[in-house]
């Protein structure tokens, strides 16, 4: 079955809508079971949890990523703080969960093609998974789109098209095509949030964090985790739900906004402007959702500015992970958050670090921060001592 938090409606488990009449997202309805331990991936270890057989697609070994405790940045924060690296996924984004997921739903509902609409990580996960399960595939890109990123999707061969008008817009227009042989799989379809909650799972399984601090775009990603973790406090594995943080970036900050202003719905922001790019969606079709999730377990909507993600972003990398800048406001937050006094000392505090680095440009007042000498001639022995 699937349901809507926000009006009650429920449809049927064969449908293949994805929003409410109301307009809001659906999602399944909690599902869980009991947890086989000694399988060793996080699919089968909680096959009963998801709302699948996961029989029919092709995997590329997605989740089971590492959970990293960090020494340096728990002194530094004077916190226990750890590190979900979603980095290491196979199109180095988190987004490959419910990617996985996705394409397994598309297939149960018997369709052959798949689309979605994404400037970057969603892209080049959907074109990947859905080639490798033989679907055709559809990108839809916001005319805003970087060569750079065009490579990363348009090497797994999907159709691609572009389009003016924001992401948000693009979203809109995926779900009222009037077209039902492509199932669009978006930041916000059911099945993705199924594919999400696995983060949960694989977390709780380690450690029970305080905090868990997650960037916050369409609100998928924080749906999913919080679903995750609900499931898990109902099957009795979990006591309390930990305080969930949404991180966005000040220049596209419409959940933190609405939060402040103590509104449950989301409002768009007019002009988006970060360098997080990944978290720049000015009309999140989660945020409604997020804000409900936020307000029933007492959870903290932050804002980051650019500098203080790019300082983040470096300070990570001194922890051995290179992400995206929009992973980077969770260690950014996290360092507010602890000014603010608002996350106490010896807190045990989770950062999901969602997609990698290598994804993104660097910008130049981050290269000019290299330790990078032009060498003298080909004197390599009067260059070092420069440096040491
Ligand atoms: C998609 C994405 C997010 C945000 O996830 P939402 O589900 O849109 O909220 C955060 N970081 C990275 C790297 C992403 O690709
Ligand atoms: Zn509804």
Redesign the pocket.
């Known amino acids: 079955m699937l349901v809507c938090d926000s009006c009650g409606t429920e449809y049927q488990t064969e449908t293949s809508q994805q929003l409410c009449e109301c307009g809001e997202p659906l999602r399944f309805d909690y599902m869980f079971g009991k947890v086989h331990k000694e399988k060793d991936n996080v699919w089968t270890r909680y096959s009963e949890f998801f709302p699948f057989s996961f029989k029919k697609t092709r995997s590329l070994d997605e989740g089971n990523t590492p959970l990293i405790k960090s020494s340096n940045l728990s002194e530094k924060y004077q916190i226990e703080a750890y590190l979900k690296n ?1 980095t290491v996924n196979p199109t180095w ?3 490959d969960r419910g990617t996985h997921l996705s394409i397994l739903r598309a297939i149960d509902l018997g369709y052959e093609k798949i689309g979605t609409v994404s400037t ?3 892209a080049a996960s959907v074109a990947s998974y859905g080639k490798k399960n033989s679907l055709d595939v559809l990108v839809l890109l916001s005319s805003k789109v970087t060569d750079k990123k065009i490579d990363q999707i348009g090497i797994y061969s999907p159709k691609m098209i572009v389009l003016d008008g924001d992401y948000g817009e693009l979203y809109y227009q995926s779900l009222s095509l009037k077209r039902d042989d492509i199932y669009f799989t978006n ?2 379809s059911p099945s993705r949030i199924e594919g ?1 909650k696995s983060i949960a799972y694989e977390m709780i399984e380690e450690e029970t964090p305080d905090y868990i601090l ?11 985790i919080a679903k995750g973790l609900i499931e898990l406090k109902k099957v009795g594995i979990l006591d309390e739900i930990p305080t969930l943080v949404s991180v966005q970036a000040e220049g596209c900050s419409p959940i933190k906004e609405a939060m402040e202003t103590g509104k449950d719905e989301v409002k768009k922001w007019e002009h988006p402007k970060t360098e997080a790019k ?2 720049a ?1 000015p009309y ?1 079709p ?1 945020g409604n959702q997020v804000i409900k999730i936020l307000n029933r377990f007492d959870g903290i909507s932050e804002s980051v500015s650019d500098d203080e993600i790019i300082s983040a972003r470096q300070e990570l990398a001194h922890e051995g992970i290179f ?2 800048p ?2 980077a406001v969770t260690l950014a937050g996290l360092k507010k958050l602890r000014e603010k006094g608002i996350i106490e000392a010896n807190s045990k505090v989770f950062m999901i670090i ?2 990698s680095g290598l ?1 993104s440009q660097l910008d130049n007042a981050e290269r000019n921060k290299f330790d990078l000498k032009k060498g003298k001639g080909k004197d390599l022995e009067s260059s070092l001592e420069e440096f040491f």
């Open positions: 979603e984004s988190f987004k970057g990580n969603m930041s916000n999400y997650i960037p916050t775009s369409s609100g998928g990603l924080f749906r999913g990944a978290i969606n999140p989660g992400c995206q929009a992973s969602t997609g994804k």
